[in-house]
């Protein structure tokens, strides 16, 4: 039965006793659940594919992992969802998956149709799939003939991507350069995680799974029920917002206020728009093609929140957090979420600090953290302290296989869709100097400060004292044209923050 209290009625000071006598699960429900879930796993394992072939070859059913609100232990007293994830043997990779689904998907519907009388419950098949495109999971309910409320199911099949690593380590980068490199759907594989999602869930303390639970209530009673056929965030984001709450507010702390972290939540969620959110718990920015991917994907219109899992999995995307938005802003003004001091609480940014380095051709570099909203004019306070700069700061950074890019003082690291570490070049001009770019062979620029009426000539010896070749070995172009040493910057038209490029003069073997 679902709570009869009304979330929005409770003062925010009776958040505990309403998550303890409305939303956690008491004990008969949990076994109903767990009855369930052992009935069809044995079904599955046993029963659905005896004599059953597919691409010539029998199919075994390597494992069966427990996902959903029931594997992660944040069940609701009233409702339950369950994800079976069927590794099988047929699938020895991941276009393996996406080809042989459908056939396997249609073999369980069969065989649960036929023998679903054994199983001792009622169940229904889901009639909704979309007919335009491969069904990835087979979806259907089920219902304990003694009991009246409902347990929804989810079958997957995937491919056993992590064999037999623990969920609680970081994957090697093979196994996620392959999955970046599948060509698969965004998110289209994440059942193959699904261990590792479970385990990050899991393995949090029970307060933050009390919290994770009235964030869900909140979202089934006052979004899904107002907004039934709209394409609404799924609970797994709200989910993850909500450990990124706790991990910032509490500094991960087990002792807190249900009502703060719930009001921390709304506040997110009403701010959607700045959120941009990442783990590296299961897969870091070592590995190239990983590090390029999940930079491409912290670039995406915002919100992101990618799972911690699979990078391919931006929980954030094409859904509409408007109306979640809206909902928040008037949660916020219930009596769950007023509080004697309002600014009191968790203070938490849509997005982590940043760490950034900053070079000064000569200097040694160094390393702080920014907050990514927070104008880089602010940046640049701290770096001429340390610095000890009196000129003009000219900040400048260079994403792989693109042109360098100046920093403007009034915009930040957001705006650049920077929400990762990055590399600043901090260069110090004076008046009349303009900074120009100059790119070497590996598509690595540097700046360097230099009067227009100074020569290229004159460029070339800054670019040897900077560590570059020898002025001798240098030959400088500037739109496809060979620049003469004894020309100026001004006379060949070029201007502040225009990329030159430099090449290395090959010298003839004697």
Same mark, same amino acid.
């Given at each position: ?18 998550? *303890? ?14 009855? $369930? ?72 519907? %069969?065989?649960?149709?036929? *023998? ?24 259907? %309910? ?31 980068? %093979? ?9 698969? *759907? ?144 008037? *949660? ?18 849509? $997005? ?80 009349? %100097? ?14 360097? $400060? ?61």
């Amino acid at each position: 039965m679902e709570p009869c209290w009304d979330l929005y009625e409770t003062p925010a000071d009776s958040l505990d006793t309403f998550v *303890c006598q409305s939303l956690q699960p008491q004990r008969d429900w949990k076994e109903e659940v767990q009855d $369930a879930w052992e009935r069809i796993q044995r079904f599955l394992k046993d029963q659905c594919f005896r004599d059953e072939l597919i691409a010539d070859q029998e199919i075994r059913v390597l494992k069966v992992v427990k996902g959903g609100s029931s594997g992660k232990g944040t069940t609701l007293n009233y409702s339950s969802d369950v994800d079976l994830v069927l590794f099988l043997s047929c699938f020895s990779s991941f276009q393996d998956q996406a080809c042989l689904r459908e056939a396997i998907i249609s073999i369980i519907e %069969e065989k649960l149709t036929h *023998c679903s009388r054994s199983l001792a419950y009622n169940i229904t098949v889901a009639q909704h799939r979309e007919r335009t495109r491969v069904p990835r999971s087979l979806s259907f %309910e089920v219902q304990a003939r003694k009991n009246s409320d409902i347990i929804s199911v989810d079958v997957l099949p995937a491919f056993n991507a992590i064999g037999n690593f623990p969920p609680n380590s970081k994957l090697p980068p %093979e196994i996620y350069e392959t999955l970046i490199t599948s060509g698969g *759907c965004p998110g289209e594989f994440t059942p193959s995680f699904t261990e590792l999602q479970r385990h990050f869930v899991k393995s949090r303390p029970t307060k933050l799974k009390n919290l994770l639970r009235l964030v869900k209530h909140w979202y089934l009673q006052y979004l899904k029920h107002k907004y039934r056929k709209v394409a609404l965030p799924p609970k797994y984001a709200l989910e993850l917002l909500t450990i990124y709450a706790w991990e910032i507010g509490t500094d991960e702390s087990e002792n807190f206020y249900l009502n703060e972290g719930f009001i921390a939540v709304m506040k997110l969620l009403r701010d959607y728009e700045d959120i941009c959110i990442y783990w590296t718990k299961y897969y870091d920015f070592q590995n190239e093609v990983v590090r390029t991917f999940i930079k491409q994907q912290l670039k995406k219109p915002r919100p992101v929140i990618l799972d911690p899992a699979d990078p391919t999995n931006n929980l954030g995307r094409e859904k509409r957090w408007d109306l979640v938005a809206k909902e928040a802003v008037h *949660c916020l003004r219930q009596a769950c979420c007023r509080t004697e001091d309002p600014h009191q609480g968790w203070h938490v940014q849509g $997005a982590r600090d940043v760490q950034v380095m900053v070079k000064q051709t000569g200097k040694e570099a160094w390393k702080f953290w920014v907050d990514p909203y927070s104008p880089i004019w602010k940046m640049k306070v701290e770096i001429k302290k340390t610095f000890g700069l009196s000129g003009q700061q000219r900040l400048s950074f260079q994403e792989p296989g693109r042109e360098r890019q100046l920093l403007s003082s009034q915009r930040t690291l957001a705006y650049y869709g920077i929400f990762s570490k990055v590399t600043v070049w901090v260069l110090e001009t004076f008046p009349s %100097e303009i900074q120009v770019f100059v790119k070497d062979s590996s598509g690595q620029s540097k700046p360097y $400060a230099i009067h227009p009426d100074n020569s290229i000539y004159d460029l070339k010896k800054e670019i040897e004292e900077a560590g570059g070749p020898d002025v001798a070995d240098q030959i400088l172009k500037f739109q496809g044209r060979k620049l003469w040493n004894r020309r100026s910057l001004s006379d060949l038209q070029i201007e502040d923050c225009d990329t030159i490029t430099l090449i290395r003069r090959e010298h003839s073997s004697p």
